[in-house]
């Protein structure tokens, strides 16, 4: 246990410093997001529901949304309509629903196609609120934030890309036909966030073609001029094949990356897995240590109420812990609050997972009921622990690989995996309908066995 402690508090004492140097930049991310969220909340019922209808009845376009989580609002549905109203019917008709995603996965777009879900675009938080590294690289590149304008033209393309998924599964001969284009040069297909195109699930499979012609689309629209610079067989062919020969006016293409040009980057790192063995698995029940750090001046910020963890997140931590496996709930060994002005919503190293104050008290771009606001606290925390199991069963990751995408990086690999790992806890059915050999994975190498209601 002394042992534990020391960790712990050299974790912290790091982690102080850390949020203390990039709490300025943050606090303008959190309070910018945070307008935006009261904006959208002050608006009526009645002229979303009115969007909606006349979206439906003007391009058979159903949006839709489970109100006791995300809710579409209007100046979203007005970018919709916008996007709608650019793109010719040809292209347009592929797509029968918009959904905005009933969790808070911060993805940007997802279509799977399976089933009766084939035309159906799923739209992640990421989409409408840009990442962290989206929005530290706009920072890092044109020393501003992006204004409500340039996030609704990343929205717009996000949509866009979504909407190829379901065109390519609708006209499968021009979507083959692409591969001859595919490997005239290549165009960024990057993203700044989980949710990696590649590893989102298409009828029949999604491949780097696929996803190429998805971004060569989405720039045709955003930036038609910059496509055909840098790529002209690719905008011929999309002129032709895909929008019957419309161009699009262009709705502004604000990158946020160097041109080098070579795909999918997918990002990011994770610590080196297995550099210690798993804790022993004990007799009995388990509960990891759970406390709450001192930041001192950190703090100093957050409101009273806030610096202590309430007692409904303990309790959902309780909850959780009482239902997951110990082979998976065991490599978390111990839990801090951590009250900072960060945006994140939680951290890990090792064994310990870090909650922040803003993984329960932060506002949604909707209202939240004491329900929801729970729900997306087990979301982090699965999320988390999911990374702590990894890093101690780096077998794990490795199986994945070999199993469903050999040439994945350990990133997104990681991604990948808390991402099925949270549906199985939150929606087993759906994941289970929308891919059973992902489901039987994470039950067997994972949950050994355990599942969920």
Not at 57 to 67: K, P, R, V
Not at 383 to 409: A, D, G, I
Request: glycine share 6%; hydrophobic share 35%; aromatic share 12%.
């Amino acid at each position: 246990m002394k042992k534990l402690l020391l960790v712990l508090i050299l974790l912290l004492a790091a982690g102080g410093t850390i949020m203390a140097q990039s709490s300025s930049y943050l606090d303008s991310v959190y309070q910018s997001q945070n307008v935006q969220m009261q904006e959208d909340q002050s608006e009526e019922a009645d002229p979303v529901e009115a969007l909606k209808n006349e979206i439906y009845e003007t391009y058979q376009i159903e949006m839709i949304e489970d109100a006791a989580v995300n809710r579409w609002t209007r100046s979203w549905l007005q970018v919709v309509k916008s996007v709608l109203a650019s793109l010719p019917q040809e292209f347009r008709s592929a797509t029968r629903m918009i959904t905005l995603d009933p969790t808070f996965m911060p993805y940007e777009v997802k279509y799977n196609g399976f089933g009766e879900r084939d035309g159906e675009i799923l739209i992640g938080y990421g989409a409408i609120y840009p990442s962290g590294v989206y929005l530290n690289k706009f920072k890092a590149k044109y020393n501003r934030l992006p204004t409500e304008s340039e996030k609704q033209a990343r929205f717009k393309s996000i949509l866009v890309r979504g909407m190829t998924y379901a065109f390519q599964q609708a006209n499968p001969e021009i979507a083959k036909k692409w591969g001859q284009v595919y490997t005239a040069g290549t165009i960024n297909t990057r993203l700044h966030g989980p949710g990696q195109d590649k590893n989102m699930i298409v009828s029949p499979v999604m491949s780097l073609a696929m996803v190429d012609m998805a971004f060569s689309v989405a720039l045709y629209c955003s930036a038609g001029s910059e496509l055909k610079s840098k790529a002209s067989e690719r905008y011929n062919f999309i002129r032709e094949n895909v929008m019957g020969g419309k161009t699009v006016s262009g709705w502004g293409n604000v990158s946020v990356d160097d041109d080098s040009g070579t795909g999918n980057n997918g990002g990011g790192t994770v610590e080196t897995p297995g550099t210690r063995p798993p804790p022993e698995i004990p007799e009995g029940d388990y509960m990891p240590v759970v406390t709450e750090a001192d930041v001192g001046t950190a703090a100093a910020t957050i409101p009273q109420d806030q610096q202590k963890a309430p007692e409904e997140l303990k309790s959902d931590i309780a909850e959780v812990f009482e239902l997951m496996p110990k082979f998976f709930s065991t490599c978390t060994e111990a839990i801090v609050y951590y009250p900072t002005t960060d945006t994140e919503a939680a951290f890990s190293s090792e064994g310990f997972i870090f909650i922040t104050q803003n993984s329960w008290f932060a506002p949604s771009f909707v209202a939240l009921d004491a329900e929801s606001r729970s729900n997306r606290f087990k979301a982090y925390l699965v999320v988390e622990m999911t990374k702590r199991f990894l890093f101690f069963h780096p077998e794990v990751t490795k199986k994945w690989k070999e199993t469903f995408s050999p040439n994945q990086t350990t990133f997104d690999t990681y991604v990948d995996l808390c991402e099925a790992t949270l549906f199985y806890f939150q929606n087993p059915q759906w994941l289970k309908d929308l891919n059973a050999e992902r489901y039987d994975f994470i039950k067997s190498q994972l949950m050994k066995g355990a599942e969920f209601d």
